[in-house]
């Protein structure tokens, strides 16, 4: 890519905004309101605030490899802590996609140096799910499955935190699983059962007052 085209393409996205609202930019140097706190993979392919169709100002966003929520990871923890204490989003939605290439990488039994770590987080969601996902016989389908229980997992681990418990409590927060279809390009619901995760893990993560 010619990086000179990046900055010809900045210059039209200006003026497109200019000339449906000359005070665009200045109204958004004000300060920003998100409703969202979207976490995401750093996968090329998905564009969180394109595929949400949502403008600048509404979704706060993050993105690793292969959407992870991972307590030592002071990164992730800085970036929820904010957007649920100070921003005080509505909503905390972890969005995975099918042919993740962070998944697909946990699924294989070899050694791939830095990011082991990183990738044994994946491989304890298989692990802990390693009865229903071996039982699927067509590898596809149980990579999507996978994607699918990695998801689940990571808003469980949002579930186990201070700031999202208390947010819960005092404020009606909401966690959401979704799956992005490259194929099709749609969001995907997982419709999880939050009150029914957080209530099966309050025995031993309750970190509320």
Known sequence: MNLDKVFANNEKWITSKLEKDPCYFE???KGQSPDILYIGCSDSRVT??????VEPGEAFIHRNIANMV???DLNMMSVLNYAVRHLKVNHVVVCGHYFCGGVKAAMQPQDLGIPNPWLRNIRDVYRLHKTELNAIAEENDRYNRLIELNVQEQCI????TAAVQDAIKHRGLQVHGWVFDIRTGRLIDLHLDVDHLLKDIMEIYDLGE
């Open 48 to 53: 969180s605030e394109e595929l949400m169709g």
């Open 157 to 160: 681990n949002l579930l186990k």
């Open 27 to 29: 109204n958004l140097s």
């Open 70 to 72: 991972v307590s030592i």
